[in-house]
């Protein structure tokens, strides 16, 4: 889709599949981590010793990090193999360069996203909650039409995330493009502003 070719659906199974080993070892191994993390958080918090406070805060603040850091990696991972057909091992290691050579970067681009999701998601709650309402208070005891309109604002809510999804791996990939490309098109506002 990205060379403008175009791709026929046993060919794009095929090249799925091919994919999958690779995409799911990744997800494995990032979910084994982070797993891993919050075990150590669960512990730290139910021992009880002097300045436990402290030190789980701490802690907690260096773990979250590490979590974060190894989901902008699986990000860049996975999209390496999809993209650039990268092995297991080779996915690992450029995606943690892309990542350390444009972590402000990365930060950023996270944190607009997750306002974007933030703002429609709170939109879409707050006119699907007064539309529920409105029609309780005008048709009282019309059970069939309530559950209609649930039915239909659970549809609504769900094809919202499903293009929400879209619109993150989307961004994602065209960053992934602009940062391999080497050519620094894509710069951090926070750096940028830094050296004015």
């Not at 794009?12 to 979910?31: D, E, M, V």
């Not at 190894?70 to 892309?98: D, E, M, P, R, T």
């Amino acid at each position: 889709i990205i060379r403008n070719q175009e791709l026929k659906w046993q060919k794009s199974f095929s090249i799925g599949l091919q994919k999958f080993w690779s995409i799911l070892a990744l997800n494995f191994l990032a979910r084994f981590f982070i797993w891993f993390l919050l075990f150590i958080i669960a512990i730290l918090a139910s021992l009880k010793f002097s300045g436990e406070i402290l030190v789980f805060i701490v802690v907690f603040n260096i773990l979250l990090f590490l979590i974060i850091i190894i989901s902008f990696i699986l990000k860049y991972a996975i999209i390496g193999v999809v993209l650039k057909n990268w092995k297991f091992k080779q996915s690992l290691g450029k995606a943690w360069k892309i990542f350390i050579e444009n972590w402000l970067l990365s930060l950023e681009i996270a944190l607009i996203i997750s306002l974007i999701f933030l703002l429609i998601n709170s939109l879409m709650i707050f006119f699907i909650s007064n539309i529920i309402i409105s029609f309780l208070t005008l048709y009282v005891g019309f059970l069939f039409g309530l559950i209609l309109l649930v039915l239909l604002a659970i549809m609504v809510f769900v094809a919202v995330q499903v293009l929400l999804t879209i619109f993150h791996w989307a961004t994602w990939v065209i960053v992934f493009e602009l940062l391999d490309n080497k050519k620094h098109t894509l710069v951090s506002i926070l750096k940028s502003g830094f050296r004015r």
